[in-house]
């Protein structure tokens, strides 16, 4: 599989990530922690389709700002807004276990899903570039 091939798949799977995260449903039994770990995941899948698609070689990372760090050491302009994104990182382990995290609230949700739309808008136009 070519490294582009490799990198679409990954970014399809940073977009359902997304839209999973996006999809609120009227059910109280969803916590918003749910949703923010499908925002989370989201981005990570996004800048490692971008990795994938430079050549970057990366670890097994849940970890958004090291994945930033890789990319800016290949000399690529990461914006502050996708900077951003690096608070997203706890959403990939603490919200999966109910004592380790508090409470999010809808705004903080709705603070990660525009953090979210930011990184996969400027992932898509550096995947074409």
Known sequence: MKNT????????????????????????????????????QAVEKALKSLCISRNINFPKTHNIDYLIELLEKENINVPVEVKRAKILTDYAVETRYPENLDTIDEEEYQKAIEITENVLRWVEQKLME
């Not at 399809?12 to 009227?26: C, E, P, Q, T, V």
């Open 5 to 40: 091939e490799k990198a679409n798949l990954w970014f399809r799977r940073a977009r359902s990530n997304f839209y999973r995260a996006k999809s609120i449903i009227d059910a109280p039994e969803i916590f918003y922690e749910d949703y923010c770990f499908d925002a989370q």
